[in-house]
């Protein structure tokens, strides 16, 4: 009972110490808020001058006209003189709060606080009393806003159409469904501005799951041969359906262009992508995972159904090229693998696909 006593005499001690000393550098205080209303100005002139250099860059790298150059200078300078009559207004208001309550507000920083109390109870002292303490500690959780950020990522899911191009046939005789055959990926991009003063190039690069589906047409399947190959050939029953599904995990690479929206504040630059045009010239390289092929069909009125996970003599090593374009985040996408289908073929095939691809 003592020891909680003595705890709280300390503590009231603290708090009418603290409130002295903040009475005493009230004037103090002003005289520093004073001094913050002259450095807005100067830091306000300063982020102009930036602006305005980055802005004569655009122009220096026909990005923008003159006239388009000389219309942003005037919006940036409108703005700059906007923030230093905001900024001073506020510095104003903390002085009268200072004048008529006599002690300074207390600010919070919302959630992502600079600093943070810390009241600790435990361990002990030489002479067995435990140990109570108060510190104010950096918060090592705070969120620091990054000035020019450089490098953004998104998650891509990409759909569509999926097939083969057959050497000496045209797409037309492929022996593939066209409607029926399919593709579907999905995987992570990370995209980084290739120049430090213009985001008109980019640099995106990451992985992906593909998952490429070939349905044969004429009640045909796929079978191992004892020579290694793989081919085509007709199925003993009706095929209600029959597929052909290869995975991959491929590491895409992409050089991308296209416009975006320039923003500067005091506290930070961004280029937005949003509603921008952007295409993207590239390829990829990867592996295969796995290659499975699924039967349906019926014998004496049964459904069967035949999940067969071979090789079918697939290629190991994946790469080939690929490209897309479109506004923000909704693109046609197409690809196409250089490596064929199948090892040692006497007729190569390479896999070709169209379709949309979405940057979430």
Not at 137 to 149: A, H, L, Q, T
Not at 203 to 223: A, C, E, I, R
Not at 288 to 308: A, C, F, M, P, S
Not at 327 to 333: A, D, F, S, T
């Amino acid at each position: 009972m003592r020891t909680i006593t003595m705890y709280a005499v300390v503590l009231l001690t603290l708090f009418i110490v603290h409130n002295a000393v903040a009475q005493e550098g009230n004037e103090s205080k002003v005289e520093l808020l004073e001094a913050q209303k002259a450095k807005i100005t100067q830091q306000e002139k300063l982020a102009l001058k930036e602006e305005v250099e980055a802005i004569s860059k655009r122009v220096e790298n026909g990005e923008i006209t003159l006239d388009e150059a000389n219309a942003l200078k005037m919006k940036a300078a409108e703005k700059r003189a906007l923030n230093i009559e905001n900024r001073i207004a506020i510095i104003d208001n903390k002085i009268a709060l200072l004048d008529r309550n006599g002690t300074e507000n207390l600010e919070l920083d919302t959630l992502n606080f600079g600093t943070r109390l810390e009241i600790g109870y435990g361990g002990r002292s030489n002479d067995g009393e435990r140990i109570f303490g108060i510190s104010i500690k950096e918060n090592p959780n705070r969120k620091k806003v990054i000035y020019d950020r450089r490098t953004y990522s998104d998650l891509v899911v990409a759909i569509g159409l999926n097939n083969a191009i057959i050497e000496g046939q045209s797409l037309d005789d492929s022996p593939y469904k066209i409607g029926g055959s399919r593709f579907f990926e999905m995987g992570w991009q990370w995209r980084t501005r290739v120049f430090k003063n213009t985001n008109f190039l980019r640099f995106n690069y990451g992985f992906s799951f593909q998952f490429n589906g070939l349905k044969p047409k004429d009640n045909q399947y796929f079978v191992s041969l004892e020579n290694g190959q793989s081919e085509l050939q007709e199925f003993d029953y009706e095929l209600n359906k029959s597929k052909l599904r290869i995975d991959n995990l491929v590491f895409p690479m992409h050089f991308e262009l296209g416009p975006s929206k320039y923003t500067a504040t005091e506290k930070s630059i961004r280029y937005s992508l949003k509603n921008q045009f952007r295409i993207g010239l590239g390829g990829y390289a990867g592996f295969n995972l796995g290659t499975r092929q699924k039967l349906k069909y019926e014998i004496d009125g049964g459904h069967v159904k035949d999940k067969l996970k071979r090789s079918y003599n697939t290629n190991n090593l994946i790469y080939g090229l690929s490209a897309y374009a479109g506004v923000e985040g909704v693109l046609l996408y197409v690809k196409y693998d250089l490596n064929p289908i199948f090892k040692d073929a006497a007729v190569e095939q390479r896999n070709v696909s169209l379709g949309l691809r979405f940057d979430l």
